[in-house]
């Protein structure tokens, strides 16, 4: 059965300290349902593990089956996280930004692995991995996707589809190993396939 997270209290568990700059603006949920990361307007990703109430001693496992139990919080970013996701097998998380900036991040030291993508024109919207997992996407206001060999450290290896969304990509999700959906500001989704 499904149970129900209730109310992330924003203030107290994502922006606590942060001048309310903490505002959670993006948020991805692990593959086995076991940890969220919050990016916030501050730069900052906020981990949280999601545990049941009784293992943590708040009221009734009937009342609120969940709890979430803050974990790291990941700064590298400098400006608003815009996007976050993790890979496959939940061993690393792909987070971008406001200012061009994509990372990828190991969640369970809070170290970035990968870093200088910062090859969009614009603030990068999305991010997403290929059901592998080695491939990344991201998509921009720049009306740009760009699809990186995550397993090269460096990410040198890339393809970018110009033009792919008129006033920028707003979200894109992996169909498998090979073919990324898109869609934009310009009201149309499309399909790209890697070749």
Do not use: Q
């Amino acid at each position: 059965t499904l149970g129900t997270l209730g109310t992330l209290p924003a203030t107290a568990a994502v922006g606590a300290g942060s001048g309310g700059k903490g505002e959670p603006s993006s948020v991805c949920v692990r593959g086995d349902g076991r940890e969220i990361a919050v990016g916030c307007k501050d730069g900052a990703v906020r981990l949280f593990s999601v545990a049941r109430a009784k293992d943590v001693g708040v009221g009734s496992e009937s009342a609120r089956p969940f709890s979430l139990v803050p974990g790291a919080v990941m700064t590298r970013h400098r400006g608003e996280v815009t996007g976050c996701a993790y890979s496959p097998d939940g061993t690393r998380l792909a987070t971008c930004d406001a200012n061009r900036e994509v990372l990828v991040w190991d969640p369970t030291t809070a170290v970035v692995v990968v870093d200088k993508m910062v090859y969009h024109r614009s603030r990068v919207t999305c991010v997403g991995w290929s059901a592998d997992g080695v491939r990344l996407a991201t998509g921009a206001l720049d009306g740009r996707i760009i699809v990186w060999d995550a397993g090269r450290p460096t990410c040198e290896s890339r393809v970018a589809v110009e033009g792919a969304h008129v006033g920028g990509v707003t979200r894109l999700e992996w169909r498998g190993e090979r073919a990324v959906v898109s869609g934009g500001f310009d009201a149309c989704v499309r399909t790209w396939t890697l070749r």
